[in-house]
């Protein structure tokens, strides 16, 4: 097989190359600047910088916080899914175009805006405050922007996935008895589960580089509310470009993996969607 | 993010025979659960920002946009636009052609590669053009010596902003091209039209509501973007300020009403886009 298969369209050569180039130029030749600065560092010097206890400190507290995001979306965007799909309510069309807002909404807004709502004295924060719940400014502050930020990510890859559920089969299992949770457990969960865990990984690879709403909130705290990509800025701040290039590698090759189990669990649930149909 | 098919999302939810009262229990305990969740997360900041963009009146809300650091921050972020968005437009069109025109080997491979952006944290796209152009970075000493600034100035910032908004229109458009197909424009080279004006005539048609939704989305991502911007700017205010990152200083400063002012166009921006793409939906253009 040649390259390309033939076509009559015209075009090619010139969209193709525009795009590699263009490509190359923004996105792949600057990201493999930065893998070259990080691979031009002594071994030792790279381990220095990335296991050093205030770096640990804050991939503790991005891996946590994101993971606990995450998992609040998993629960929440197969809630908030299901509220949409399936039941009729008012406003329910308001609250479906309502679920990208925090998409399109810049993070330097949701961050200053969540952190006056959960501030002691702020709408939320208020009735938290006497119950000894402290949100801005501490590592629940961190996780409820995550969440915030990755909400849509786990609601949208729920919804059509639950859409695709078998109506039919459901209303064949209950008429022959079936309890709820068991048509939950055998007819709904292995659909969407594909789904579900896509959604979870996208929220966590969202939530892990976020940078803009959560350092309004954090505290920014070394060792306690300091995420990993706010340590790359103030090595950067520093001049200190090697120790930003080691921290920001880590960043990049977790993205790739993070990237790669996407791809292999929308495989796995396409893969799944095809054999149901037969 | 795929949208549901309003039509079908009717007709699931209308479903009969589902009136026990467990049904009706979970039905709202659901609904409640869900509401809540949007109201304390999501509705109750938007409505602070107006809250407290307001908190001391129309007229003070209205005064902190005659500032001059403001109206230039609006303005540099005008600008990253107006050149950003176009170049992304251009290039998402020409890899949408590409792409779903064409059958060639390791097209996959450069679909990821373009969505790859998206999966990548904003610091990191701030970080790379700083290795790259930065003072101690790669051409840091050959920018001096030619008397050219990348970062801390203009280019800078229009970079990362291009880097990050990167695959949105081109993302938006490859699914629908690829869905549309074919047929129409072959049909047209094989009756003699040339390439480009089979593109506008036929392409272009075919494909416009997605187009807008693309470049609307790429607008307000560019407009808002935070974290590679701030890494590029250097904050000089009135120079290098874009709208968020004017809206942290003035936020640090405890100038609540012009911070959340700021805040509130940029809400404003996010709603716009939420509307076209309802609407762009609407016209029965659907994702996937």
Known sequence: MSFRQPSVLPGFGLTFGFTTFFLSAIVLLPLAALVLAAASMHWSDFVHVVASP??????????????????????????????????EFPGR?????????????PTAVSGIALTTVFAHNGWIGRYLEPWGVKVAYTWLGVTLALTLISMPFAVRAVQPALLEVRRDLEEAAETLGAHRLYVFRHIILPTVLPALLTGFTLAFARALGEYGSVIFIAGNLPMKTEITPLLIVIHLEEFDYQGAAALGVVMLVISFVVLLAINLLQAWGRRRHVRAAH | MAAAQPAALAGDARRPGQHTWLHAMVRWLFIAVSLTFLAAVLLAPLATVFAMALAKGVQAYLRSFADPDTAAAIRLTLTTALVVVPINTLFGLAAAWAIAKFEFRGKSILITLIDLPLAISPVIAGLIFVLLFGLHGWFGVWLREHDLSIIFALPGIMLATMFVTFPYVARELIPLMQQLGNNEEEAAITLGAGGWMTFFRVTLPKIRWGLVYGVVLCNARA????????????????LTNTMPLHIEILYNEYNFVGAFAVASLLTLLAAVTLVVKTLVERTGYRRR
């Open chain 1, 54 to 87: 205030r770096a640990l400190g804050s991939f503790r507290l991005s891996f946590g916080a994101s993971f606990l995001a995450a998992a609040i979306n998993l629960v929440f965007g197969f809630i908030i899914a299901w509220t949409l799909v399936r039941y």
């Open chain 1, 93 to 105: 069309g308001l609250i479906d175009a309502l679920i990208d807002m925090p998409f399109a909404l």
């Open chain 2, 223 to 238: 407009m808002g973007e935070f974290g590679a911007v701030s890494v590029v700017s250097g904050h000089i205010r009135g």
